[in-house]
């Protein structure tokens, strides 16, 4: 059974730094896409980011150029590096594979 378990998240001043990390355990973790969502109160989940099983990579426009996916097949991770944080990149981020999703990790940014 596929699990995915976030980390990383928590409370940074604009301008900041977080990486967050996705451990994966109950599938062949090479061949599988991943994928980084959020969600803001009172707002719909949005992608912010997915890496394919060959390491091609796509973002959200609200992100690129400031967050960046990884992965580590070596240890069934999955990363987002988020550079240059602001207020409005706070939500609860989420790992996903296939149709599954972890628990999500908060990300508070303050101005």
């Known amino acids: 059974q596929v699990q995915l378990v976030e980390s990383g998240g928590g409370l940074v001043q604009a301008g900041g730094s977080l990486r967050l990390s996705c451990a994966v355990s109950g599938i062949i973790f090479r061949l599988f896409p991943f994928e980084w969502y959020r969600q803001a109160p009172g707002k719909q989940r949005e992608l912010v980011a997915g890496i394919t099983g060959s390491g091609s990579t796509n973002y959200g426009d609200s992100v690129k150029g400031r967050f960046t996916i990884s992965r580590d097949n070596a240890k069934n991770s999955v990363y987002l590096q988020m550079n240059s944080l602001k207020p409005e990149d706070t939500a609860v981020y989420y790992c996903?594979?296939?149709?599954?999703w972890g628990q999500g990790t908060q990300v508070t940014v303050s101005s």
């Open positions: 996903k594979a296939m149709l599954k």
